[in-house]
């Protein structure tokens, strides 16, 4: 970079640098075109096949491809109008919601099957453990196969209704003693 007396000299350099920017880059897109930007004789057909979808340039009026950065007549620069039908932004789109999904699943738990329906309840903390529940799959085993593997599980599925408390648990383990034992005793004849 060469060195300036002011800030004059620096910005008419600078400006003069943008130019010989953009007269290169429209000089290569017309090359890239291959065609006469001033006396083209491509027809309709043969342009929309070779470049694409045409537009108007929105300065000199000319036909030009959609994908065109600039206007190979005058050199206006074209907005790239972005749409969701890019891929880059369908991906980074799925990247943000499978994000937000994969917080939101660390605090949520989903309860499925059978006869209880669907039930979605927020976790005590976050964790990626136990986060979709089969119900039927649970509460066919043991007690403490449940409460041993997945302890929050459990705490939840008594909150809700769907299993007994240990303090259930352990008055109608207590009641069947009971009645067994009387039931042996009267057997025997006491």
């Not at 196969?145 to 599925?157: D, G, I, T, Y």
């Not at 008594?158 to 303090?167: A, K, N, P, S, Y």
């Not at 003693?177 to 006491?190: A, D, S």
């Amino acid at each position: 970079m060469p060195e300036f007396k002011n800030r004059e000299e620096y910005e008419k350099w600078k400006t003069q640098r943008q130019r010989e920017r953009e007269e290169k880059k429209k000089a290569e897109y017309i090359q890239q075109l291959n065609v006469d930007p001033i006396n083209a004789t491509e027809n309709q057909e043969t342009k929309s096949r070779a470049h694409g979808p045409l537009i108007k340039c929105p300065a000199c009026k000319n036909e030009i491809s959609k994908n065109a950065p600039i206007c190979p007549k005058c050199g206006e620069p074209l907005k790239i109008k972005s749409s969701f039908n890019n891929l880059r932004t369908r991906l980074s789109l799925f990247v943000v919601i499978l994000a937000i999904a994969s917080v939101a699943f660390g605090f949520l738990r989903v309860y499925y099957g059978g006869k209880y329906g669907t039930h979605v309840v927020l976790k005590e903390s976050f964790s990626f453990k136990d986060t979709i529940v089969n119900l039927d799959d649970l509460l066919g085993r043991p007690r403490i196969v449940v409460a041993s593997e997945h302890p929050a599980v459990k705490k939840q599925l008594e909150e809700m209704g769907l299993i007994e408390t240990d303090e259930q648990a352990q008055e109608r383990i207590q009641e069947d003693i009971e009645r067994k034992t009387k039931e042996f005793q009267r057997n025997l004849g006491f």
